[in-house]
C-alpha cells in the first residue's frame, strides 16, 4: 500500500465545475505540499501546509492532520486548469524518503 | 531570473554508456534536488545538497553519482546507464529544505536502449 494516496486517479470536468481532488497518507507528516504538473511536464508548487487552510486564487488547500487528510479544491474550473496534480508529504522522522509523493490526479476540464 | 535550468532536454542512451545531465538555479538556493519520475508512478528523491560540497542519498541513489562545487550547479552523472534507468529526471532548489516551496526545473526525458 501507498503511503500517499490520491484520489481519484481521473477527473473530468466541465468548465465552471467545483472540483475536489483528495490525499490521504498513513505516515507521520511535518507538511504537505500539492504540486501541479502542467501536460508539458513542468512542475509548479502550488502550496505548503502544515495545518488549516491556504487559498490562492481559485485554489484551496485544506488539510486535518488527525485524519490525515488533506484536500485541494477548484472553484469555477477552467479548461487551463487541465493537469496533473500531485500531493507530496514531508515525512517525520526523517528518513531517505523524506519527501513521498503521490502518483498524481489527472483533471481535465472541457469548455 | 531564468529560475531552475536542466539540460538537455532529451537524451537516448545506449546501455553501458554515460552521460551527466545538468541543472542550474540562480535564485542563490542553498538546497538543491533530483528526482525522477516514472511512468504511474510518483517522484522519488535521488540526491539532495544541502550546500556546495555537501550531497547525501535519497530514496533512489544506486547507479547515479552527483557532486555541488558551487551553489548554482548540481550535476547528476550516470554510469554504466540500464533500461530501469529510462525515466524522467527533475532537478530541483528551494531556500529552505522540504518545508519550503519547491522550484523545479522543465525535466530532462530519458531513453535508455
Known amino acids: 500500500k501507498n503511503e500517499v494516496e490520491q484520489s481519484p486517479q481521473n477527473l473530468t470536468a466541465q468548465e465552471g465545475e467545483f472540483i475536489t481532488i483528495n490525499c490521504s497518507y498513513s505516515v507521520g507528516i511535518s507538511a504537505l505540499h500539492w504540486l501541479q504538473q502542467h501536460p508539458g511536464g513542468g512542475i509548479v508548487s502550488l502550496f505548503m501546509l502544515s495545518s488549516g487552510k491556504k487559498k490562492h486564487g481559485r485554489l484551496i488547500a485544506t488539510i486535518n492532520i488527525q485524519e490525515k487528510h488533506s484536500s485541494l479544491h477548484i472553484t469555477a474550473s477552467h479548461p487551463r486548469d487541465s493537469a496533473v496534480y500531485i500531493c507530496a508529504v514531508i515525512r517525520v522522522p526523517y528518513n531517505t524518503d523524506k519527501l513521498i509523493f503521490g502518483t498524481g490526479t489527472r483533471l481535465q476540464v472541457f469548455p | 531570473n531564468a529560475g531552475v535550468t536542466q539540460t538537455p532536454k532529451f537524451r537516448i542512451l545506449k546501455i553501458g554508456q554515460s552521460m551527466t545531465l545538468q541543472c542550474t538555479q540562480d535564485m542563490n538556493h542553498n538546497y538543491m534536488y533530483w528526482y525522477r519520475q516514472d511512468p504511474g508512478m510518483g517522484l522519488k528523491l535521488i540526491y539532495y545538497s544541502v550546500g556546495a560540497g555537501i550531497t547525501d542519498k535519497g530514496e533512489v541513489p544506486n547507479g547515479y553519482n552527483v557532486s555541488r562545487s558551487t551553489t548554482e550547479d548540481f550535476p547528476l552523472r550516470l554510469e554504466l546507464a540500464a533500461p530501469s534507468q529510462t525515466s524522467v529526471y527533475f532537478c530541483?532548489?528551494?531556500?529552505?529544505?522540504?518545508?519550503?516551496?519547491?522550484?523545479f526545473g522543465p525535466g530532462t526525458r530519458l531513453l535508455v536502449l
Open positions: 530541483a532548489s528551494s531556500y529552505a529544505p522540504w518545508s519550503e516551496t519547491q522550484y
